[in-house]
Nanobody, 123 residues
């Protein structure tokens, strides 16, 4: 019932910036959060950031706090992830997700996923 399409990934040098977008379509989900997870080869999928759709509360993984900023545009059903001061360790496929706020504790709690967008940070 909900479709998520990510865009904005690419190749950037360490210290650079990228802005990811996730456009949602389908039924509304005002009581849920939208967020970002990432998965590097051989690694578990991990939480990056999330935002409450109706209230605007934000959550960040410690590894990206003060470098990444999540925001939303309710009118466009779109969430953004501004990534600054990128590091090679940020290299991963980034997935947009919709689910309850508790999904930040476990990716399994997310209910909808986008197809992912590759972010590669070169050293």
């Amino acid at each position: 019932q909900v479709q998520l399409v990510e865009s904005g990934g690419g190749l950037v040098q360490a210290g650079g910036s990228l802005r990811l977008s996730c456009a949602a379509s389908g039924r509304t989900f005002s009581s849920y959060s939208m967020g970002w997870f990432r998965q590097a080869p051989g690694k578990e999928r991990e939480f990056v950031a999330a935002i409450s759709w109706s209230g605007g509360s934000t959550y960040y993984a410690d590894s990206v706090k003060d470098r990444f900023t999540i925001s939303r545009d309710n009118a466009k059903n779109t969430v953004y992830l501004q990534m600054n001061m990128l590091k090679p360790e940020d290299t991963a496929v980034y997935y947009c997700a919709v689910g309850p706020p508790s999904m930040r504790y476990s990716p399994a709690r997310s209910e909808y996923w986008g197809q992912g967008t590759q972010v590669t940070v070169s050293s």
